[in-house]
């Protein structure tokens, strides 16, 4: 399969770029850059029945999230998504994955509640998965003022995102709780420095680079990080029977799209339901670039069947 003509359009322009590479630059300036090509690259405007604030405790300080009501929500507690943004552990917010939160709230019919997690360098790991458990066990507690039925709780993420909906699921295991139906995992990251064919064949020229994934794990991680720690490298936890039903998405030109299969894998050989789609002429991110990319948009709709299916 070959790239798609508008992706291969897309990366001829950003090689044209004087925009700088994100290892060349601050956390600081990656998180701008990554909300410049957010702005460019999604889809504006996506009326939605309403969206709320709020901050929430956590394990070091309060968590910031978003709420969002979709349009026909009727009356009775609605599914719930909490969902994890990309951004390798240092960029992305509430703001560069809000349009992809306002469609899939109107498209799965569920509230989705987007987390801003602390980032690295200035929160290194664990602080990212911590504060993602924390705001999933906080939506079981609170399922009632919030609408929605604890037992139809999922998460999600994209990226770091999906390493984080990955990680939960698997705390929630070994913790007794709280109850997850599924997990959506869009090309997670599932492996600390992980040397995969994918890794080194993509590893340059198709918007995420190795040397990108580098510097997100030089600023996430600290030396005395145990690669095989699950908690930041899912793929190498142990055991993964018991845990929800997943769906996983690759890309076919992703540096993670091995990693991201071999995830798929392992929990089908554990007996987790997990559906597997790879978009083989795809790039890493295409999710959040649905303003511009056709199959992009009909992945979200892909995606989103999945989770009324899990949800019922």
Same mark, same amino acid.
């Given at each position: 399969m070959s790239l798609d003509a508008i992706v291969k359009g897309l990366l001829d322009e950003m090689a044209a770029s004087p925009m700088p590479k994100l290892w060349e630059v601050s956390p600081a300036q990656g998180?701008?850059?990554?909300?410049?090509?957010?702005?460019?690259?999604?889809?504006?405007?996506?009326?939605?029945?309403?969206?709320?604030?709020?901050?929430?405790?956590?394990?070091?300080a309060p968590i910031q999230i978003r709420i969002y009501t979709p349009? %026909?929500? @009727?009356?009775? /507690?609605?599914? !719930?998504?909490?969902?994890?943004?990309?951004? =390798?552990?240092?960029?992305?917010?509430?703001?560069?994955?809000?349009?992809?939160?306002?469609?899939?709230?109107?498209?799965?019919?569920?509230?989705?509640?987007?987390?801003?997690?602390?980032?690295?360098?200035?929160?290194?790991?664990?602080?990212?998965?911590?504060?993602?458990?924390?705001?999933?066990?906080?939506?079981?507690?609170?399922?009632?003022?919030?609408?929605?039925?604890?037992?139809?709780?999922?998460?999600?993420?994209?990226? %770091?995102? @999906?390493?984080? /909906?990955?990680? !939960?699921?698997q705390m929630a295991?070994?913790? =007794?709780?709280?109850?997850?139906?599924?997990?959506?995992?869009?090309?997670?990251?599932?492996?600390?420095?992980?040397?995969?064919?994918?890794?080194?064949?993509?590893?340059?020229g198709y918007f995420l680079e190795k040397k990108t994934m580098d510097w997100f794990f030089d600023q996430y991680t600290t030396p005395g990080t145990d690669p095989n720690d699950p908690r930041v490298s899912p793929l190498a936890a142990a055991d993964l029977s018991g845990l929800p039903r997943a769906y996983v998405v690759t890309a076919g030109f992703d540096p993670l799209r091995d990693e991201g299969k071999a995830y798929a894998d392992k929990l089908n050989r554990a007996g987790v339901a997990a559906v597997y789609v790879d978009y083989p002429s795809m790039i890493?991110?295409?999710?959040?670039?649905?303003?511009?990319i056709p199959q992009a948009r009909q992945a979200i709709t892909d995606a989103s069947a999945a989770l009324r299916k899990a949800f019922g």
């Open positions: 998180r701008e850059m990554y909300r410049m090509i957010a702005n460019t690259m999604e889809p504006q405007g996506i009326s939605i029945g309403k969206t709320e604030n709020m901050s929430i405790p956590g394990p070091a349009v %026909a929500s @009727g009356g009775t /507690a609605l599914p !719930v998504l909490v969902y994890f943004h990309g951004g =390798g552990f240092v960029i992305g917010d509430l703001e560069t994955h809000d349009p992809l939160c306002r469609t899939l709230a109107n498209e799965t019919g569920a509230k989705v509640i987007a987390v801003d997690y602390r980032l690295a360098p200035e929160h290194k790991f664990p602080a990212a998965p911590e504060d993602s458990y924390a705001a999933v066990k906080w939506v079981e507690t609170n399922a009632a003022s919030l609408g929605v039925d604890p037992n139809r709780i999922a998460v999600g993420g994209d990226s %770091a995102g @999906g390493n984080l /909906a990955a990680v !939960v699921c295991k070994q913790k =007794g709780g709280p109850h997850i139906v599924f997990q959506l995992l869009i090309y997670p990251v599932t492996q600390l420095r992980a040397n995969t064919d994918s890794m080194k064949s993509f590893a340059e890493h991110g295409f999710f959040g670039m649905s303003g511009v």
